[in-house]
């Protein structure tokens, strides 16, 4: 079983930054490969950023490309997700997923019906 514990969002105005982090409670952290997810008011879930399990590979939405940066610390089982020049279509619950596998393809990782594990979520509002 992994637990996912969200951090760091919040209200921010649009050009301005946030980071996202999640810290995971697994021995094994290294085997997961990992996620972030957002879903509007209204809308479905949707694919934001993943990084693989050794964090060698990552995998962007293209409306967050450029502006969003996902990365891993495997020594303290943590994922976040530094977000830059955010504009209000930012603004979602972010989710936290992990998926347990060392396959790195796009198609997969960015794919949310394969993740097991999910935070809770934290709200990100950005005002125009």
């Known amino acids: 079983q992994v637990q996912l514990v969200e951090s760091g969002g919040g209200l921010v105005q649009a050009g301005g930054s946030l980071r996202l982090s999640c810290a995971a409670s697994?021995?094994?952290?290294?085997?997961?490969?990992m996620g972030w997810f957002r879903q509007a008011p209204g809308k479905e879930r949707e694919f934001v950023a993943v990084i693989n399990w050794s964090g060698s590979v990552t995998y962007y939405a293209v409306s967050v490309e450029g502006r969003f940066t996902i990365s891993r610390d495997n020594a303290k089982n943590t994922v976040h997700l530094q977000m830059n020049d955010l504009k209000p279509e930012d603004t979602a619950v972010y989710y936290c997923?992990?998926?347990?596998?060392?396959?790195?393809?796009?198609?997969?990782?960015?794919?949310?019906?394969?993740?097991?594990?999910w935070g809770q979520g934290t709200q990100v509002t950005v005002s125009s």
């Open positions: 997923a992990a998926v347990q596998t060392h396959y790195s393809g796009g198609d997969y990782l960015r794919d949310s019906r394969g993740y097991d594990y």
């Open positions: 697994v021995r094994t952290f290294d085997n997961y490969g």
